[in-house]
């Protein structure tokens, strides 16, 4: 079994891994705190990805490749469901707010902006690269020091005496949980700007074995964390 089949089939087990994460965390999504929507929707589009990407790479189908062209921009989404989902769990609510939708309009109007560019005249192929490139990295940074700002201004840095095992538990799941999302924003960016020198689509793909590790990490935390699952 050479490496790319081998990463192809990792990605395949770890996004029906991801599908049986879902399954256990609706059954908590009502009584624990640290379960709500918005972790349902960063696992689900994670796993559909992962699931659509390798089962077409190991040829177990052949109609859907993965997000392409300009509706990898929906790939986004997730960044703004990590910062929805700590906001949700440090002031104990469990699904969309009225006013969080606002964070929901930028990758839909990337995706509308990518449909009328790409194939026009107006903007090279190489200036939309670097353009979508910088746009991307941007909004990832944007929201992973927004998620930052939140959390130690709101979670970190207030120690509660009261429930304070409940502050705890919180604390550290938001810790571990921040951290894989800054590594993983890293690895975005850098598989980005990787594709714009190269000149290739961007896919954010490269280093997709990092990307499978750590959402297996994130998987097995929760498999082995009964105050989350």
């Given at each position: ?12 087990i770890?996004?029906l ?5 879902i ?12 379960v709500?929507?918005?972790?349902v ?5 994670a796993?559909f ?5 390798s089962?077409?790479?190991?040829g177990?189908?052949?109609?859907i ?5 300009p509706y990898?921009s ?15 769990i ?12 606002c964070h ?13 560019f ?14 979508n490139?910088i746009i991307?990295?941007s ?14 201004n709101?979670?970190?840095?207030r120690?509660?005496?009261i429930h304070?095992?409940?502050y ?15 590594i993983?924003t890293?690895?975005l ?14 896919s954010?793909k ?6 499978v ?9 929760i498999l082995i ?5």
């Amino acid at each position: 079994m050479n490496f790319i089949l081998f990463e192809n089939f990792i990605l395949f087990i770890t996004g029906l891994i991801g599908i049986v994460i879902i399954s256990l965390i609706l059954f908590s999504i009502k009584s624990n705190k640290l379960v709500n929507l918005f972790l349902v929707l960063i696992i689900g589009l994670a796993s559909f990805r992962m699931i659509i990407r390798s089962s077409f790479l190991l040829g177990l189908q052949d109609n859907i490749s993965d997000f392409i062209g300009p509706y990898k921009s929906l790939l986004l989404y997730s960044l703004p469901l990590f910062y929805l989902y700590f906001k949700a769990i440090i002031y104990d609510y469990r699904s969309f707010q009225r006013k969080d939708l606002c964070h929901l309009i930028f990758p839909a109007g990337l995706l509308g902006f990518n449909l009328f560019f790409l194939n026009s005249d107006y903007i090279s192929k190489e200036h939309m690269l670097l353009l979508n490139a910088i746009i991307c990295s941007s909004y990832a940074i944007f929201y992973v020091v927004k998620s930052y700002l939140l959390l130690r201004n709101q979670s970190w840095g207030r120690q509660r005496e009261i429930h304070f095992e409940h502050y705890k538990l919180i604390r550290n799941w938001t810790i571990f949980l921040f951290t894989i999302c800054v590594i993983l924003t890293l690895r975005l960016i850098g598989s980005i700007f990787y594709e714009t020198i190269s000149s290739n689509e961007l896919s954010g793909k490269p280093l997709t074995i990092l990307q499978v590790t750590l959402w297996l990490v994130i998987f097995i935390k929760i498999l082995i964390s009964p105050e989350i699952s």
